[in-house]
Every structure is written in structure tokens, then in C-alpha cells.
């Protein structure tokens, strides 16, 4: 007990003070009622990007899977990556979400270490290893998609450096990746065949607190502050 972060108890001091001032225990209502969240969120481990936080979610209203850099790996007929792949299927077939989001982000750890080892050198490390499922096509698509950013949306010419271009540039094609191969479980697929089902790509900019979506049609990022939304 003594070794327990303190940190993580006095935010917990903290969470139940607030909790106690507002009257009501919402966690109890929950509970009883059970989780009913209509969005999946699938988000990179980094501490920086906490989805509850991005999108001011109360408890309950999203299910988040996060490993590292947001991956969605394909289906497989073995045993490996069965965490990824068992929170989307019981998002989609248990707690029918309508939303998947693939929310990536700046700086990512993850892609870094892929885009610094695009030459595929064989690594012990479990990141390496993880970080394989992202095949090397992201880096054709990246390329692909290398200009959609010289212009921001209000036609401001950005002076991101040419090294963050490039992390960004497969940040943004791990996420299509991603979105690409929810779509290769079945019950994603006939979720959105249905109508019942809507995949989105997002991406946060860790310094400027931005939040870009991407369109279903073209795949390109584009910034929102979220006004446009109802
Ligand atoms: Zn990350």
C-alpha cells in the first residue's frame, strides 16, 4: 500500500472529493445500468493522448482500446493480437457501438521507430515486432499524401520542418491503414454495410492541441475545432 504511486492517490482523493461535491455518484448509475457507449476509440498508449480527456468524456460514453501507435492489425487465425481484436468485437457485437475512431497523434513513439527502421532490420524488441504490423505500403501511401498539408484549411501556408513532415505523413497513413483493416473483420464490415457502422480516422497535434479528421472519400486530414459538428 505504501509503495501505491502517490501521485495516482491523491488524484484519486481528488476524483472522489469532486464526486462527493456534485451529489451524485454516477459510477453507482452505471453500475446498475450497465455501459452503453455508442463510440469506440482506438488510441495510441502515449500519456499526451488521452481520449476521455480530447473529447471531454464522461464515464461510460466511450470504450477505448489503446496499445501502441493505434494499430489495427488484420484479422488472424492464431493467437496473436487478440487484445486489439477482442475489444473491437465486443465493441461492435456486444455494446453495438455506432463509431470506430482511429485516433492517431503527433510524435509518436511508435512510428518513429518505424519510419527510423524502414529497412525492415530484425529486432528482438517487442515494439519492433509489434510495430510489423504496419506494412511497408504505409510508406507508398505517406508518400501518396506527402503535399495534403502545404496548405492548412485556411489556406495558411504551414511551416512544419521537413522532419516532422515526414512522422506526420505516416502517422496520418497508419491511420488509414487502420480504418482499412477494420474493415476486414466481418462484423465491421457489415456493421457499415448495414448502416449501423461508421469508421473514422482522426489525428492530434500534441503541441497545438489540434484535432484533424479524415474525410471518408479522400483520406486527407483536415483540421476542425469542432464547431462545425451539432
Ligand atoms: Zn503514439
Not at 501521485?7 to 482523493?13: A, H, I, N, S, Y
Not at 464515464?59 to 494499430?71: E, K, M, Q, T, W
Not at 489495427?72 to 461492435?92: K, Y
Request: proline share 3%; net charge negative; glycine share 8%.
Amino acid at each position: 500500500m505504501r509503495t501505491f504511486p502517490l501521485q495516482l492517490m491523491r488524484g484519486f482523493k481528488s476524483f472522489r472529493g469532486a464526486k462527493a461535491k456534485a451529489g451524485s455518484y454516477q459510477h453507482s448509475r452505471l453500475a446498475i445500468d450497465g455501459q452503453k457507449p455508442e463510440v469506440l476509440v482506438i488510441a495510441c498508449c502515449d500519456s499526451r493522448v488521452t481520449p476521455e480527456l480530447i473529447f471531454s468524456a464522461d464515464p461510460g460514453s466511450l470504450f477505448v482500446v489503446r496499445n501502441v501507435a493505434n494499430l489495427v492489425p488484420p484479422p488472424t487465425h492464431d493467437d496473436r493480437n487478440l487484445s486489439t481484436a477482442a475489444a473491437i468485437e465486443f465493441a461492435v457485437t456486444g455494446l453495438h457501438v455506432r463509431h470506430i475512431v482511429v485516433l492517431g497523434h503527433a510524435r509518436c513513439g511508435g512510428i518513429k521507430a518505424a519510419v527510423d527502421n524502414v529497412d525492415g532490420q530484425k529486432s528482438t524488441s517487442a515494439v519492433s515486432r509489434w510495430m510489423n504490423w504496419l506494412p511497408k505500403t504505409v510508406h507508398d501511401d505517406a508518400h501518396n499524401h506527402a503535399h495534403d498539408h502545404d496548405f492548412h484549411d485556411d489556406g495558411e501556408v504551414l511551416t512544419r520542418c521537413s522532419h516532422d513532415h515526414k512522422y506526420r505523413a505516416v502517422e496520418e497513413a497508419g491511420i488509414r491503414q487502420s480504418v482499412n483493416n477494420l474493415m476486414l473483420y466481418d462484423y465491421v464490415r457489415e456493421g457499415v454495410e448495414f448502416g449501423k457502422l461508421t469508421l473514422h480516422g482522426s489525428w492530434f497535434d500534441i503541441e497545438k492541441g489540434e484535432l484533424w479528421v479524415m474525410d471518408g472519400l479522400t483520406k486527407v486530414f483536415h483540421w476542425t475545432d469542432g464547431v462545425d459538428f451539432k
